[in-house]
């Protein structure tokens, strides 16, 4: 209890409504991740930051946590992440996931964060596991590299590769999983933004579009070097196929602020029911149809255009129309199945 009571004024300040600066946040989170065994501190702090609204300072301590109490490693090869926040009230397929193995395929490295479903039934870990791809078994950062640095892309969950963020895994597990808590809080925005690895360009999701700025501010903060942050009118935290995408492009320390339509990516709007989530069975089988390019159907469209983002923004085409093209060629040619099932063969050996 010593430990935690240190960090009692600071929390009694962000419950009072008012915001902390990063090093204040840091130092609140930082104490209870590492000594926070019931749970109390970390449903207060995250329910009281989550109401008054996170500031980018804050966001940006919440993710210095991960970064000091997470290994972490370089290499020698452009990196990114395709997951965002999740959370969104519109639910479709895996899209940050088959994205993952797309991009890979045009030799981009994918080192993604995964989770089992909170706010969903089918989360990117559980998705997996019915390909036989167990997120568990990536329990070192030397495992992850080694993974990545085999197939292009490797899925991995924070706490099973570090020891120091072992008990934080243990309150989500306590505070959501076990009391079936589907609310959004801090650690939506936040946990999906660290890696590991050294990444500084990936595209970031959001849940809903007032999260945005400060999440771009956030990586602005963190020293990323580019950028591309959005949310939909639709609730869907992805690039949208049915309806407008609010975009922020943060580069260095500038932020632009704008939108996309499906026409920017060369296809048509559809209705959004064309594109929703129907069961776990469904999405499984969309999820497979698409990688071995059987698929061309507005789920398979809305992976293209998903991916057209992370291909533009590393420079492997000049255009998110050609992007929605070369995604479509890379499925035709089944190159991210081909990566799919070796790594399915990588994960039963390690």
Known sequence: MDKLSTILPILQKLVSGNSLDRSETKNLFETIFLHDKEGYYFTAAMSALHAKGESPGELSGIVDVFKKLSPRTEINAEVTDTSGTGGGTFKSINVSTAVAFIVASASIRVAKASYYGVTSKCGSADL??????????????????????????????????????????????????????????????????????????RVYGVYNRRFIKPLAKMFALLNYDET????????????????????????????????????????????????KFMDIKHSTQIFKSILQGHDESPYAQLVWMNAAVVLYLFNRVKSLKEGVKLARNLCKNKKPWNILKRLQRIYQNV
């Open 128 to 201: 997996l596991k019915r390909y036989k791809i167990d997120i568990s078994r990536i329990s070192s950062i030397h495992k992850l590299l080694e993974v990545l640095k085999e197939t292009g892309v490797v899925f991995y969950y924070t706490p099973y590769i570090s020891p120091k963020l072992e008990n934080r895994g243990k309150l989500f597990k306590k505070v959501f999983i076990e009391n079936n808590l589907k609310v959004k809080s801090p650690f939506h925005l936040t946990t999906n933004a660290f890696s590991p690895l050294l990444v500084k360009k």
């Open 228 to 275: 591309f942050v959005f949310s939909t009118e639709l609730g869907l935290p992805e690039v949208s196929l049915s309806g407008k995408t609010y975009v922020i492009h943060q580069k260095g320390e500038s932020i632009k602020e704008f939108s996309w339509t499906p026409k920017d990516f060369g296809l048509k709007e559809v209705p959004p029911e064309y594109i």
